[in-house]
């Protein structure tokens, strides 16, 4: 996941410079790294704790540090405890690559989890990089992040993955012939995912319109929609934004279902649209509490109900899987380094959310599923393939 946030210009720039072609030039990096102490293992957590996508953040931190919680319950890694540096991002692109430099050169952290959205995540490698530590977001999809990233790992499936699984379910599931695309404009997530539907989509795209993160008004767009003839409606983005257009759509007579990606994961998303007005709706998740899971699964699902007083998200399930991936790979590494090679190596993982195996390129393509919401509930969840 990621999101475009209000940047100064000279912070865009930057942050256009970092993830131009999806590819971060950080220069040379410190093979070696940051060693690992002789008594805990540090480990960094870049999450958008408060801001404009804090609902991802937060899970995310909740998850990872049930991880953690549970790690140095059971006797830590090697004997050694894992002390957590936690550092808050604020959802800006800009203070994720500020709290990176902090966690390697002043906290001296041998893997950092976070952040989890794709503009901060490019932001932040490159100092990891240039440190040798290795960084993994349990969330960041952009495809094309990971490009000649030796010191980045991602946790989760990519936008084109998304967007591909949504043509297929609009089209043999929803049977929608006709359907109307619109997209989030200010996010390279929702780009990338509205992307890889336009192109693998065989029916026809009858309104193809955008919208800004932070907008909160869609009445005008949403009556021309209206006034079309479609089958579905296919909406890019996050659920800041996703929950309001449902609100709005719904409001306005528009009952077509709608569809998203795994932006619109969280209660969030439900508080934004109401209960009432939150039907017909379908998102792809990474993880869920409705169907089968494994007695890992189980086990996370209870752990995290007990410690939090509710129910995990896809988000909270993908960090707590992202910190026993950095946990596995720390066993017997003595640096950063070494961390990092272990990380690359990664091969059938069995976490909360299913296998992990990282590629070439360090990213992973997860089990998906799609979940089907009625009344603010999720009634069921199915599992998807592009």
């Known amino acids: 996941m990621k999101k475009k946030f209000a940047l100064s210009f000279v912070a865009l720039a930057s942050v256009a410079l970092l993830a131009a072609c999806g590819e971060v030039k950080s220069g040379a990096s410190n ?20 801001g404009a ?17 549970e790690i140095n319950a059971a006797g830590g890694i090697d004997g050694k405890q894992i002390e957590v540096v936690d550092k808050d991002n604020k959802s800006e692109t ?13 906290s001296k952290v041998s893997a950092i989890v976070g952040p989890a959205t794709s503009g901060a995540t490019a932001a932040a490698v490159a100092n990891a990089t240039k440190a040798g530590v290795p960084l993994i977001s349990p969330s960041a999809t952009q495809d094309g992040l ?4 030796d010191y980045l790992f991602i946790g989760t499936f990519q936008d084109s993955f998304q967007g591909k699984i949504i043509s297929n379910y609009v089209s043999d599931k ?9 997209t989030d404009n200010a996010s390279d997530y929702a780009k990338g995912i509205a992307k890889a539907f336009r192109e693998a989509y065989k029916g026809e795209i009858v309104a193809d319109e955008t919208f800004v993160a932070g907008d909160t008004d869609f009445q005008a767009a949403l009556t021309k929609m209206k006034g079309k003839d479609f089958d579905a409606i296919v909406v890019p983005g996050y659920y800041t934004e996703a929950g309001k257009i449902v609100n709005q759509a719904r409001g306005m007579g528009i009952d ?15 508080q934004q ?5 939150a039907s017909n709706i379908y998102f792809i998740s990474g993880f869920s509490t409705t169907v089968e899971v494994s007695a890992k699964a189980k086990a996370f699902l209870d752990a995290y109900r007990a410690k939090y007083n509710e129910e995990p998200s896809t988000f909270a399930a993908l ?3 992202s910190v026993h991936l950095v946990a596995n790979a720390a066993k017997g590494a003595k640096n950063s380094g070494e961390i990092k090679d272990n990380l690359a190596k990664t091969k059938d993982f069995e976490g909360v959310t299913g296998q992990t195996s990282f590629d070439a390129d360090h990213n992973t393509v997860k089990t998906a599923y799609m979940m089907t919401m009625n009344n603010g509930k999720v009634e069921a969840a199915e599992v998807v393939k592009p």
């Not at 929803?174 to 619109?182: I, M, R």
């Not at 077509?256 to 439900?270: A, L, R, S, T």
């Not at 649209?273 to 007005?277: F, L, Q, R, V």
């Open 174 to 182: 929803l049977k929608a012939k006709k359907v109307v695309l619109y």
């Open 31 to 50: 093979a070696a790294g940051n060693s690992v102490d002789e008594k805990t293992i540090k480990i960094g957590f870049n999450f958008e704790e408060t």
């Open 256 to 270: 077509k279902p709608i569809v998203g990606g795994d932006g619109f994961n969280g209660e969030e998303f439900v």
């Open 53 to 69: 996508v804090a609902a991802y953040g937060t899970s995310e931190q909740k998850g990872a540090q049930l991880a953690v919680d």
């Open 319 to 321: 960090a707590y899987d």
């Open 146 to 149: 990971t490009k000649g990233q």
């Open 273 to 277: 649209a109401t209960a009432e007005k």
């Open 94 to 106: 800009a203070e994720a690559a500020s709290v990176t430099t902090n966690l390697v050169t002043q």
